[in-house]
């Protein structure tokens, strides 16, 4: 079974903090895509990142980078130097290869930054 | 930029009523999805659509639900008989390619039903 677990629910930071979100999947495939999403208090949701299982390069995008790591089934998003406009849900996704792309979302962790 | 739409952004119906909530996806886009997020909980999957057909749906995407591509740029979910249940926000989601693309979610509709 194809599972998604954000267990931060909430987090608070104040501005200028790093944070991290973490993200835990399980799958049986060995071919497999994990996203990020963020869903700011508007409601659309907006895509951040997709890695698929072959690249465990960790990448950076501005104040943003994720750490993905195969042996321990976790994709976790480092946002540094926090500010308010990071203030969103942000959800953590899975996509089998052979399922037709369908994602399997966690729960979400929804974030605070507070100036 | 191109971005997925939706209409209506909020849609009101009562109980046992039929509502079809409309999408325009990515015009170069050839996978089309609909998940749904019932207030303060997760996204969820409801059915993939590729090549005129449905390529995958959830156990959420009873019969109740159809989806339909009735012109070269709509996508539309159909409800036949709403339920309270059925009350959520519907994303629509466009992808260049199936097997793990990005998809490019629209704003969403807002299904509130009484």
């Known amino acids: 079974a194809q599972k998604v677990t954000q267990a931060q629910t909430e987090i608070s930071v104040v501005e200028k903090e790093d944070v991290t979100l973490d993200c835990v999947y399980e799958t049986r495939d060995t071919t497999y895509y994990l996203f990020w999403y963020k869903q700011p208090p508007s409601g659309e949701l907006v895509f951040l990142i997709r890695r698929n299982s072959f690249d465990e390069q960790n990448e950076i995008s501005g104040r943003y980078s994720w750490n993905f790591q195969k042996s321990t089934s976790s994709f976790n998003f480092t946002i540094t130097a926090s500010q308010v406009v990071d203030s969103a849900v942000y959800f953590c996704?899975?996509?089998?290869?052979?399922?037709?792309?369908?994602?399997?979302f966690g729960q979400g962790t929804e974030l605070s930054v507070k100036p | 930029e191109p971005e997925v739409t939706q209409t209506p952004s909020h849609q009101v119906t009562q109980m046992g009523q039929e509502v079809i909530l409309r999408c325009v996806p990515i015009?170069?886009?050839?996978?089309f999805y609909w998940y749904r997020q019932i207030l303060g909980q997760k996204v969820e999957f409801l059915v993939s659509f590729y090549n005129n057909e449905i390529s995958e749906k959830s156990e959420i995407f009873d019969d109740q639900f159809s989806v339909e591509r009735p012109d070269g740029s709509n996508f539309t979910l159909k409800i036949r008989s709403t339920k309270l249940e059925d009350s959520a926000m519907y994303f629509c989601a466009s992808s260049s390619s199936g097997g793990g693309h990005e998809q490019y979610f629209g704003p969403g509709t807002r299904l509130t039903v009484t």
């Open positions: 996704a899975l996509s089998n290869y052979n399922q037709g792309g369908k994602l399997i």
């Open positions: 015009s170069n886009h050839l996978y």
